[in-house]
T-cell receptor
């Protein structure tokens, strides 16, 4: 099956620093999504990307859909303590019979020190 | 804001017993999903469900698993004879009609512990 490699596995940063994480795939996805998961909760959608090359922002978050459609990155600017959590990339290929099966990366654990 | 709700939040079951995990998707959504997350690992797709039938299932979703939409609001995942390796967080998700890349909304999960 399709595999997503997400890096880094974990990050320890100071409040106010910028953060960057990325995902690469062995095959093409036509939609990339970034989710955040807080302890004891389900993934919450942060950003959805639908076109190769697309750059989308959501507040302090910016994500890009790679031109090759095999990668995506997420940047968080000026981190704050509530950014702590696990960030997952997910790829999806619309169409066919799966009606939107998501393939997730392994996650990036973000720790922000005040 | 409407949300996906899952019950129970934690289920402890003896190995070999049947377990049913329950989900109430967002009310006007038509596509439903179950995912699994073993502790410390990534979220994995189990099954998608539309129009009262399974549309796709992963290799994890073997004959011990089944899904059902018994009424207009609930969506259930049944594991017939649980194994130790079934211990995981199970997430239900749903999405609205439209393109397949419409965002999926996740519940907070059920933590299943098999003893």
């Amino acid at each position: 099956g399709q595999q997503l490699n997400q890096s880094p596995q974990s990050m320890f940063i100071q409040e106010g620093e910028d953060v960057s994480m990325n995902c690469t795939s062995s095959s093409i996805f036509n939609t990339w999504l970034w989710y955040k998961q807080d302890p004891g909760e389900g993934p919450v959608l942060l950003i959805a990307l639908y076109k190769a090359g697309e750059l989308t922002s959501n507040g302090r978050l910016t994500a890009q859909f790679g031109i090759t459609r095999k990668d995506s990155f997420l940047n968080i600017s000026a981190s704050i303590p509530s950014d702590v959590g696990i960030y997952f990339c997910a790829g999806l290929n619309a169409g066919g019979t799966s009606y939107g099966k998501l393939t997730f990366g392994q996650g990036t654990i973000l720790t922000v020190h005040p | 804001e409407p949300e996906v709700t899952q019950t129970p939040s934690h289920q402890v079951t003896q190995m070999g017993q049947e377990v049913i995990l329950r989900c109430v998707p967002i009310s006007n959504h038509l596509y439903f999903y179950w995912y699994r997350q073993i502790l410390g690992q990534k979220v994995e797709f189990l099954v998608s469900f539309y129009n009262n039938e399974i549309s796709e299932k992963s290799e994890i979703f073997d004959d011990q698993f089944s899904v059902e939409r018994p009424d207009g609001s609930n969506f259930t995942l049944k594991i017939r004879s649980t194994k130790l390796e079934d211990s995981a967080m199970y997430f239900c998700a749903s999405r609205n009609r439209g393109r397949d890349n419409q965002p999926q909304h996740f519940g907070d999960g059920t933590r299943l512990s098999i003893l």
